[in-house]
T-cell receptor, first 111, second 117 residues
Framework: GIQVEQSPPDLILQEGANSTLRCNFS?????LQWFHQNPWGQLINLFY???GTKQNGRLSATTVATERYSLLYISSSQTTDSGVYFC?????????????FGTGTSLTVIP | DAGVIQSPRHEVTEMGQEVTLRCKPI?????LFWYRQTMMRGLELLIY????????DSGMPEDRFSAKMPNASFSTLKIQPSEPRDSAVYFC???????????????FGQGTRLTVV
């Protein structure tokens, strides 16, 4: 199956700092989503971004499908940004969202 | 919409017992997925349905696991008999396909944390 690699595996930031999380995937994808798993275990949708660039407040994401990577940018980080960020990809067409997940980036934002 | 609803949120059971996890997808969504999250294996797809029909169950670990979707608004994942290594968080997700190669984003439920002792 498709391989999904996320980096860095762990990240500690001072509140207010910016960061970039990366997701590399080994094959072409039909869908890509970024999720934030909060400390309570919920998977929160951040971006549905099979290609292109999107922004939502302090967060933005870019997927370069031809080069098989996606980036998640967090600006002016806050303690509530702490948690694990997952990239999930679906290499199939016409199968809904049959995701392969990366191993995640664990982010800790300290005040 | 209230989102994807899973129950129970937590389940503690003894080895050998039957466990049933429940999921209500977002109304109108035609795909439903069951995922499992463990420390060792991360998040992995177990089975998914399209229009209530199971499409791919290759991720189901053993015959002890079974899933059904009797109607568009309800699905169950059953483990019988349960074993300690089944302890994990089980997520249900749903999404909508709007056309050929056109999927909308998937939404996940809050998960069921299963502990088998």
């Amino acid at each position: 199956g498709i391989q999904v690699e996320q980096s860095p595996p762990d990240l500690i930031l001072q509140e207010g700092a910016n960061s970039t999380l990366r997701c590399n995937f080994s094959d072409s994808v039909n869908n890509l989503q970024w999720f934030h798993q909060n400390p309570w275990g919920q998977l929160i949708n951040l971006f549905y971004i099979p290609s292109g660039t999107k922004q939502n407040g302090r967060l933005s994401a870019t997927t370069v499908a031809t080069e098989r990577y996606s980036l998640l940018y967090i600006s002016s980080s806050q303690t509530t940004d702490s948690g694990v960020y997952f990239c999930a990809v679906d290499p199939h067409a016409n199968t809904g969202n049959q995701f392969y997940f990366g191993t995640g980036t664990s982010l800790t934002v300290i005040p | 919409d209230a989102g994807v609803i899973q129950s129970p949120r937590h389940e503690v059971t003894e080895m050998g017992q039957e466990v049933t996890l429940r999921c209500k997808p977002i109304s109108g969504h035609d795909y439903l997925f069951w995922y499992r999250q463990t420390m060792m294996r991360g998040l992995e797809l177990l089975i998914y349905f399209n229009n209530n029909v199971p499409i791919d169950d290759s991720g189901m670990p053993e015959d002890r696991f079974s899933a059904k979707m009797p109607n568009a608004s309800f699905s169950t994942l059953k483990i019988q008999p349960s074993e300690p290594r089944d302890s994990a968080v089980y997520f249900c997700a749903s999404s909508l396909q709007t056309g050929a190669n056109m999927n909308t984003e998937a939404f996940f439920g809050q998960g069921t944390r299963l502990t088998v002792v």
